[in-house]
T-cell receptor, first 112, second 116 residues
């Protein structure tokens, strides 16, 4: 079975541009999580969905960040406008009814 | 307040020896789950092992075992017979109770270096 798929793997953009990160969870998993990893703050949960519905978005840093899950096999995390401090690795993870989350390979975002 | 504490920023171990990576946690919820993930230099997060708060026995997965001491709120990872490929960052994480939904909190990590 394919694991969690994320695209793009690397993204370099300029400050002020819109950035969209994409995630395809493992088939059959009904929970999807977005994390951000930085050296300063470690791994932080941004938002998670259950059955395509956002359950907890308290980790979303500010209104410039938004996440959607239009169907069970696709989610996006959008940053508009992007800022240099948004540079990080963004991970998507999914899980089924068991406790274990499986992570995608991550998207390394650099905002110049 | 930090809920997951990994006190060892870096650890060295000789190849083929066992190593213990420390993790303590803080929660007042009786229901929780504890995890260890490995992050090699390539960057992916690899799930290693899981322990539920109600599990009576310590979890084991191959060369990995979790030394779960509930009263002390510790969940140390033991890697037996270290291999060079074990050199990586290791994260302890906790899924906190039903009231927290499935929010998972990660520790700051321990970087393990395996010496030949």
């Amino acid at each position: 079975d394919a694991g969690v798929i994320q695209s793009p793997r690397h993204e370099v953009t300029e400050m002020g541009q819109e950035v969209t990160l994409r995630c395809k969870p493992i088939s059959g998993h009904d929970y999807l999580f977005w994390y951000r990893q930085t050296m300063m703050r470690g791994l932080e949960l941004l938002i998670y969905f259950n059955n395509n519905v956002p359950i907890d978005d308290s980790g979303m840093p500010e209104d410039r960040f938004s996440a959607k899950m239009p169907n069970a096999s696709f989610s996006t995390l959008k940053i508009q406008p992007s800022e240099p401090r948004d540079s990080a690795v963004y991970f998507c993870a999914s899980k089924d009814l068991t406790d274990t989350q499986y992570f995608g390979p991550g998207t390394r975002l650099t905002v110049l | 307040a930090q809920k997951i504490t990994q006190t060892q920023p870096g650890m060295f171990v000789q190849e083929k020896e066992a190593v213990t990576l420390d993790c303590t946690y803080d929660t007042s919820d009786p229901s929780y789950g504890l995890f260890w993930y490995k992050q090699p230099s390539s960057g992916e997060m690899i799930f290693l092992i899981y322990q539920g708060s109600y599990d009576q026995q310590n979890a084991t997965e191959g060369r990995y075992s979790l030394n779960f001491q509930k009263a002390r709120k510790s969940a140390n990872l033991v890697i037996s017979a270290s291999q060079l490929g074990d050199s990586a960052m290791y994260f302890c994480a906790m899924r906190e109770g039903n009231t927290g939904g499935f929010k998972t909190i990660f520790g700051a990590g321990t970087r393990l270096f395996v010496k030949a």
